[in-house]
């Protein structure tokens, strides 16, 4: 077991699919996996392994922003060794193409967290995507009737924000979408050698206010989900 996580040593798969929303943890487990076993409900942070067409793979709960993200990643590569760690959350879009329902799919990220100034001292540092994921995960998108962008995300640490100027700028300089959790992950995994990306499904349209009904949000999860896990088991 490590502090977070109470799977003992061989609970975890190799490649782990990582939702911030434990209960959607439990989604994927109930309708993607076969052999399901629940190796975590530590702090209702609920982790599951199962059999994707006959490979075995777990889904974990990370929570919400990067400090959350980044214990959960940390205890999964080193305490549990795991090798394919894909975030599949949502994002809220930042340029005028990108609709509702849409995935994107993170090469790179930007960020105001300052996770990546303390690590490097005030030096910028741009996290990346594992492309061999990246490359699956796009051409898994295309075979399906949705629309795919892939490019620079935006992390923040705030959800809620009075002032907007610092993301009319990352609009203005291409960037596709915002999110919370990416930096971290992507950081954490250049500092250990393993392979992650990023799959997102555009929950909400930041220039003209639209946002998924609950309905809509099942439907485009679904996708995403076989997505990155058709993604992770054949890259």
Known sequence: MSRHLGAKKGEVADIVLLPGDPLRAKFVAEHFLDEVNCYNEVRGMYGYTGLYKGIRVSVQGTGMGNPSMSIYATELIVDYEVKKLIRIGTCGAMQKEINIRDIVI??????????????????????????????????????????????????????????????????????????????????????????????????????????????????????????????AIES
């Open 106 to 231: 993170a090469q790179a990220v930007s960020s105001d967290s300052n996770m990546t100034d303390k690590i490097f001292h005030g030096c910028n540092y741009a996290p990346t995507a594992d492309f061999s994921l990246l490359m699956k995960a796009y051409q898994q998108a295309q075979t399906k009737q949705v629309s795919v962008f892939v490019g620079n995300i935006y992390n923040s640490d705030e959800f809620y924000r009075e002032n907007l100027d610092r993301l009319h700028k990352f609009m203005d300089f291409g960037v596709l979408a915002v999110e919370m959790e990416s930096t971290a992950l992507y950081t954490l995994a250049a500092k250990y050698g393993v392979k992650v990306l990023s799959i997102l499904t555009v929950g909400s349209q930041l220039l003209t206010q639209e946002h998924l009904t609950h309905q809509e949000s099942e439907q485009s999860f679904y996708e995403m989900v076989e997505i990155a896990l058709n993604a």
